[in-house]
């Protein structure tokens, strides 16, 4: 099927390559031409493990391709997916700005056939609806400046019923994790498509064919995936809620920690035996120091917005956030129990993305601790795999981003683990013990060999343990 992706970030980018690479022809559209120009010479913008791969066969066998020109993109789709960011607002709703420009976008350049748009973008509930209308929008801007009838002045009214009929709205909300999105592209747990027009789903359903069969799968013997069909708002929530309760689950576990710390209960063993009960199932039962990223932040504060624009309070949800953002200053006040005055001290942050194996920096917990770190008189030092490595941490201020873990350590008072990258469990901590200061590990991921470092010389603290 000819499909167009709008937006190449972690979600459209890894959408247009998979689909591209089950056989679908893909024409992916950014507004970021410097972006655009480096995708063209076959490189992938973001980090992300077998994307680039995959990016470079489907580019060699003329199924994708990469232009900044949103009218080639419309016009060569029958699916136009919309996967632009969404990012939170200071009061906490979502920024919908880039969403809307292109859907505005769209109409302007919407041709005769018949096209599904989707919502692959997290949005607030009602933009399907609003979608629609902004395309249509676009629709009457186009034929404004054709007739040169100014806007509002009756152009909604010259509208055809044809030019109405000609698309629908599909909200087909994604579930990728960064670090491992094209494993998830391939091996779904379900694909939520929410539309209230048969003929839309039935494309959509086309559209997913080899993945629901599981033609990409690594397991390629397991059941279908579900397909989960919708009315639109439902899909807009089932992504809201999923991600809402994936983050409630994480303050709950941090609770359960902090009240671990006061008993002398270990929340690693705790987890365990409470993960084993099938009705909660020990995924996302891991206390650290909260939850970040790009989605679960502004994904939690989004839905308590829209509850409080219908009149109810999120109660639950506020907790959520509260009990994440305290959570996050925790390893400071581990530090000050252990070292008293951070002032004048010198604290190594092993990770400094909001998860292992993505470049993503957005509302990483790092962020934070280097702020806090700065504000208390401390000098900040990081390394991270990828960090180190790429141009990100040219924007990153208040902190000395080393290029080698022993490196780091040199001259620490502290190290704290911030992102549990699997490599951090085999470096040399003997050796870094040596060129600290004095060895002391926060483990802010419960993830690293309490025995092992404590046999190296290390003071040990995890969280909740
Ligand atoms: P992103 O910020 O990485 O990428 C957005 C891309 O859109 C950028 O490349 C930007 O240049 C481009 N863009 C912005 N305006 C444009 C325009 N007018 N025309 C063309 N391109 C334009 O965003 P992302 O992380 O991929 O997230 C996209 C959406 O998917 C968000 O709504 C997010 O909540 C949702 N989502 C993200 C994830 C994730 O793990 N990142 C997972 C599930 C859902």
New binding site residues.
Partial sequence: MRVCV???????LVTGVCLSHIGHQVIC????EE?VQLMKSGQSP?YEPGLSDLMKSSMASGNLEFTSD?GVGVNHGDILFI????PALPTGESDTR?VE??AR?IGEHLNDGYKVIVN????PIGSGDWVRMIVLDGICERQAERQKVPVGAGAPMAMTPEVKASFDVVSN??????GS?VYDTFNPDRIVLGSNNDKAIAMMKELYTPIVERQFAEDSDAPQVPVCVTDLSSAEMVKYASNAFLATKISFINEVANICDRVGADVTQVAAGIGLDSRIGSKFLQAGIGWGG??FP??VSALVHTADDYGYEAELLKATINVNDRQRVLTIEKLQKVLKILKGKTIGLLGLTFKPDTD?MRDAPSLIMIEQLNRLGARVKAYDPIVSQSGVSQGLSGVIVETDPERLADGCDALVLVTDWAKFRDLDYGKMAKLMNAPVMIDGRNFLDQKGLEAQGFQYVGMGR
């Avoid at 559209?29 to 970021?32: A, I, T």
């Avoid at 996967?83 to 969404?86: I, K």
């Avoid at 909300?173 to 960064?178: A, G, I, T």
């Fill in positions: 709008i937006g190449t970030g972690y979600v459209g559209v950014d507004n970021n972006k973001i949103l996967a632009v960011g969404t880039y420009a292109v976008g692959k973008s997290t949005v909300p994604e579930f990728l994790r960064e999105a790009s989605c502004k994904d993503d």
